[in-house]
């Protein structure tokens, strides 16, 4: 034997008796059965162990794992006859140290390897080659199955065809009712038909929308953990836009399978505080905006996953087909229909129902064999106090038929969940119907102890327990083992939460309980003092996820109908770091919607001071996040109310939100201006001299727009010598005026100029950020600081000067991104996208431009898309396809001279056309000689 070989033998034995030894020390265990043991190390470990090592041990440990596996398999039939295997009842405390073990054997593989890698094959002075590695599994969330799933087998084929042999679909949508069991079959399928298979995955990733705390945000952070695991430090340091990109050309380059299961939850349809409590029977999908996804983010992975040359597939789980998704190619739509009635008869019988064929298809018929019914149904047979024993599929003709004949067509399917549903539940003791519904109040899942915590200290732990356990064969209640918790299927817990008798009651229980949680962790509140509280407390908030506790004390105090306390809540703990400290201007904005129990046109039960503020901090969060024409009729009504209460300094600021933050930016310039000249008037009267300024200050960029050049500088000088006189710590509209004065020197063709303003700006955004940090106000400092780098980027591209962009430009998008600040995104988007284009990088050019353009169409920027469309022309032009450049200076002709107009009547958006002296005229006169060129 030379010493390479015995080298590798060195190594083969000590990592085998490594092993032998850590499975030793779990096969002594009393909790754990020997069949459980050897079946998750040899799932697990020896999965993890024969893709890593080298071709020679590879198969030496095939060989090996064999012999294990025989020598399994009899202790298994040992086992089973002799009926002696008793599991313990808590997966989470059976898998624990299977798992410890498994990750440690893992690292002493790994180890090993590494070793191996150093010894040089025989008579070459290389190393090993190393075989392909296992596909990587990453399921955080695992669903948690009910029991005696049957059938779907076309379904199954059907997914199985489009992962294997459907390459021109790269991403699938299953859209159905809740109910269906879309999310079951995509977990079965997952289960059987695809891991454990060779399909040549790189790896699989489920995701479930439905957990708390499970949004794309959360996903994107996770899979640093859970699949970036080698660049794991890298990734988490990247902001999160850059944490998209990096994730989509991952996916892009690699073979996955991604599967977001619940995808609703994260449409308009089904956000918010009542998304689990929604039902199929609302039409809110009759508007087409309620299918679309609140995260621009997500919408744009979504679409970058449907491109022919991406190597990965989704499969998304829905109740709602996107509207994102519509018109693309790479996407293939299935509504998922009902079980086949033979698959229902075999589910019956697997439940323990008796009967005969004929007898069960006429059953399950009355429910359109209706998967979440059937299973009411069957659940309610083998646990009805009278017809247990028997079990007699006979029972389902005690209950009275529908009369659907008055319903339509599309809402007859949710009206047989709701009539399955009120059977069952009507069947239970009152005092269990209750107990059903105050399990229904809670947002998340919840573990047996804090359930009985809350709910049931009064009553004995099995007792408790049996009631929990009926509840889950009745099909009322799901249960996940990993993390031993109860939850309800959404269509479940709508129905038992509306029966709830008294929600304020038990929503202050549920309150009161988690209030001594928060207040540890946290602090307790202060007075409300109406200025903005930089200290949150005495923990350290470094993520959203930290805040969970006090988010969900904040809604269950809504729902406990303390309105006033739940303001404190937001006001004191939530603001500054979801507001100031993340830029997390979606979140912000759902936690202020939860107000509105009764509807936007219905403040609640709080006074007007309190109401004011979180209408202009609502509109505020609507603006910054792309949502300009949502913002536009919360600034009117917070204006009504502070004018009612006589509060003219806030309508003055009202105004000027309105203005600046939702009319300029959708081309209403013209109602722009009058609410700015109203202010001018309101703060002259109250002699707030800094009011005025902000106001005229306004007003010299709508001049500006509007092609009025001297009237625009005079207006902005005129606020120039008020704010100035503040200095740069006081107001950062000394960085503003620069800023604005830099736009204006732009948009005169005098990029000269407009560089040596940004450069001011950006000096005195600077000294305002070092002074605001030092109270942890960061999205004040940066929104400035974001500004400042787009207008001296955009001013080196003016002058063609491509080598000192890149750096401004790159720190612009970083930080826009980082705080989700989307009012500015397109603009540097557009600015990169002229970058590229002196770089000649046409095609990465093109890529950004239509990106910039996306997100300008999706929130209604009418300036921005004109400005995006003229670029576009240009590039056209440059490329000698005149037909698409005429089509981009039309474009952009018609965004100068239209604006969105809010009707008051209808409470919706009317496409209007401007008078001309409303008209964007420097992009317009330019556009219109670029028309006339190309004719």
């Known amino acids: 034997m030379d010493e390479t070989d015995k080298k590798i033998k060195e190594l083969e034995a000590e990592l085998e008796s490594y092993i032998k030894k850590e499975m030793e020390d779990l096969l002594e265990s009393k909790t754990l059965s020997k069949k459980y043991v050897l079946k998750e190390l040899f799932k697990s470990s020896m999965k993890w162990i024969s893709g890593k090592l080298p071709i020679d041990l590879y198969e030496i440990f095939e060989e090996r794992k064999k012999q294990y596996e025989e020598k399994m398999q009899k202790i298994v039939n040992t086992i089973y006859l002799k009926n002696i295997e008793k599991m313990q009842r808590k997966i989470d405390k059976k898998t624990g140290r299977i798992y410890k073990k498994t990750k440690k054997i893992d690292k002493k593989t790994d180890e090993i390897l590494e070793r191996v890698k150093k010894i040089p094959i025989k008579g070459e002075g290389e190393q090993y080659s190393v075989s392909k590695s296992k596909p990587l599994i990453f399921i955080p969330h695992p669903y948690p199955e009910a029991p005696n799933f049957t059938g779907r087998v076309a379904e199954k084929q059907m997914l199985t065809d489009w992962l294997l042999h ?64 080698e660049d794991r430090e890298h990734y988490k340091s990247l902001a999160e836009r850059e944490k998209l990109d990096y994730t989509f050309n991952y996916f892009s380059n690699n073979n996955y399978l991604l599967i977001f299961d619940g995808f609703e939850r994260t449409l308009r349809a089904y956000m918010g505080i009542s998304a689990c409590y929604i039902g199929d029977d609302c039409k809110l999908e009759d508007r087409e905006r309620h299918r679309q996804c609140v995260d621009s983010n997500l919408a744009w992975f979504l679409r970058a996953l449907t491109a022919i040359n991406c190597n990965s597939k989704t499969l998304l789980t829905t109740r709602l087909h996107p509207l994102d998704l519509e018109s693309f190619l790479g996407v293939k739509k299935v509504v998922l229909e009902k079980m086949n009635p033979m698959d229902a008869v075999d589910f019956f019988q697997a439940q323990g129902v008796n009967g005969t064929r004929a007898e069960i298809e006429t059953a399950c018929e009355k429910y359109n064999f209706l998967p979440l019914c059937l299973r009411l149904l069957s659940g309610m047979i083998i646990t009805h106090p009278k017809y247990r024993k028997d079990k007699d599929i006979k029972l389902a003709e005690n209950i009275p038929d529908l009369d659907l004949t008055k319903v339509d067509d599309n809402l007859q399917d949710a009206i047989k969940f709701q009539h399955i549903l009120q059977y069952s539940y009507d069947e239970l003791m009152p005092e269990n119907q209750q107990l059903m519904s105050n399990i229904a109040a809670f947002r998340s899942p919840m573990e047996f102890t804090t359930l009985r915590e809350i709910l049931a200290q009064d009553i004995n732990v099995n007792e408790f327990r049996e009631k929990l356990e009926c509840f889950k064969k009745r099909g009322l209640l799901q249960f996940n083992e990993r993390t031993d918790s109860y939850d309800l299927h959404p269509v479940v817990g709508r129905y038992c939460y509306a029966r709830l008798i008294e929600p304020k009651k038990i929503h202050g229980i549920i309150t009161k309980y988690l209030e001594e949680k928060v207040n540890k962790q946290f602090g307790l509140r202060i007075p409300f003092k109406y200025q903005i509280l930089m200290d949150p407390g ?86 910054h996040s792309g949502q300009p024409q949502k913002a536009l009729p919360v600034f009117k009504q917070a204006i009504r109310i ?294």
């Open 166 to 229: 459907d390459p021109e679909h790269p991403l699938l949508s299953m859209v159905a009712i809740g109910g269906m069991g879309k999310s079951a079959l995509a977990w079965r399928w997952l289960q059987e038909e695809v891991l454990g298979k060779d399909n040549q995955l790189d790896g699989v990733v489920w995701w479930s929308f439905y957990e708390s705390k499970a949004d794309f945000r959360a996903f994107l952070n996770e899979l640093g953990d859970g699949v970036f695991k």
């Open 538 to 623: 005495p923990m350290k908030i470094e993520k959203i996820e930290d805040l969970q506790p006090v988010i969900e004390l904040y809604y269950h105090s809504i729902g406990s109908e303390k309105y006033e306390e739940a303001f404190l809540i937001l006001y004191d703990r939530l603001q500054s770091p979801l507001y100031y400290g993340f830029g997390a201007f979606h979140e912000f904005s759902e936690l202020l919607l939860a107000f509105f129990v009764d509807g936007i046109d219905n403040p609640p039960d709080l006074c007007d001071e309190y109401v004011s503020w979180i209408l202009n901090s609502l509109a505020n969060s609507f603006s």
């Open 642 to 935: 502070a004018e009612i209460v006589r509060k003219w300094g806030d309508v003055a600021i009202g105004l000027g939100n309105l203005a600046k933050m939702a009319q300029v930016p959708i081309g209403n310039l013209e109602s722009a201006e009058s609410n700015l000249q109203k202010r001018i008037v309101i703060a002259g009267k109250n002699n707030d001299e800094i009011s005025v300024a902000m106001a005229n200050l306004e007003l010299g960029r709508i001049s500006a727009y509007l092609g009025r050049f001297d009237e625009s500088i005079k207006k902005i000088s005129k606020a120039q010598v008020v704010l100035d006189s503040y200095g740069p710590l006081k107001t950062n509209s000394v960085s503003l005026i620069r800023a604005y004065k830099s736009n204006y020197a732009l948009l005169m063709n005098n990029p000269r100029d407009g560089l040596r303003f940004a450069q001011e700006a950006l000096v005195h955004a600077k000294e305002w950020e070092k002074e605001f940090a030092k109270q942890n106000i960061l999205q004040a400092g940066v929104a400035n600081l974001i500004q400042c780098n787009l207008l001296i980027g955009a001013s080196y591209i003016a002058m063609k000067d491509a080598a000192k962009v890149e750096a401004p430009l790159q720190f612009a998008i970083t930080k826009c991104r980082k705080i989700n600040m989307v009012d500015y995104e397109a603009p540097i988007l557009l600015e990169l996208a002229k970058l590229r284009h002196l770089q000649q990088k046409d095609d990465e050019s093109l890529n950004l431009a239509t990106e910039a353009l996306e997100i300008a169409n999706r929130c209604g920027y009418i300036l921005q898309q004109a400005d995006i469309e003229q670029f576009l022309g240009e590039y056209y032009k440059d490329q000698g396809d005149m037909k698409k450049a005429r089509k981009y200076f039309e474009d952009c002709i018609e965004h100068c001279t239209h604006c969105w107009k809010y009707n008051e009547k209808t409470k919706d958006f009317d496409y209007v056309k401007k008078d001309e002296k409303w008209w964007y005229k420097p992009r317009y006169e330019m556009a219109v000689r670029l028309l006339e060129e190309l004719q």
